[in-house]
């Protein structure tokens, strides 16, 4: 499994941004994917998921209402709509992979840079 996230970058506070997660080797029906990010100096964080089968997405509470995560079947891409970006959404941005039925995400993406300016 390989996951590629692209699409980071430099914006304004309030300003939109959108990530994308291209994700190859194997079909992902039963598999979850999921953003994280990890700010300087701060632990990584979960974001959002989203069940590949059924587009069901659950957000963190710092992103809810802001941000929306979905998939692409055909184009085998998840992507993270991010809206009204704030200062403190500045981060590595991760896209990440694992079965449905496992606790631990083994699959991960190699990072996308988001910086917002206020």
């Known amino acids: 499994v390989q996951l590629q996230a692209f699409g980071g970058g430099l914006v304004q506070a309030g300003g939109p941004l959108r990530l994308s997660c291209a994700a190859s080797g194997r079909p992902f029906d039963g598999y979850r994917m999921a953003w994280f990010r990890q700010a300087p100096g701060k632990e990584r964080e979960f974001v959002s998921f989203?069940?590949?089968?059924?587009?069901?997405?659950y957000y963190a509470a710092s992103v809810r209402g802001r941000f929306t995560m979905s998939r692409d079947n055909a184009k085998n891409t998840v992507y993270l709509q991010m809206n009204s970006l704030k200062s403190e959404d500045t981060a590595v941005y991760y896209c990440?992979?694992?079965?449905?039925?496992?606790?631990?995400?083994?699959?991960w993406g190699q990072g996308t840079v988001v910086t917002v300016s206020s």
């Open positions: 990440a992979a694992r079965p449905a039925a496992i606790e631990t995400y083994n699959y």
């Open positions: 989203i069940n590949w089968s059924n587009g069901v997405a």
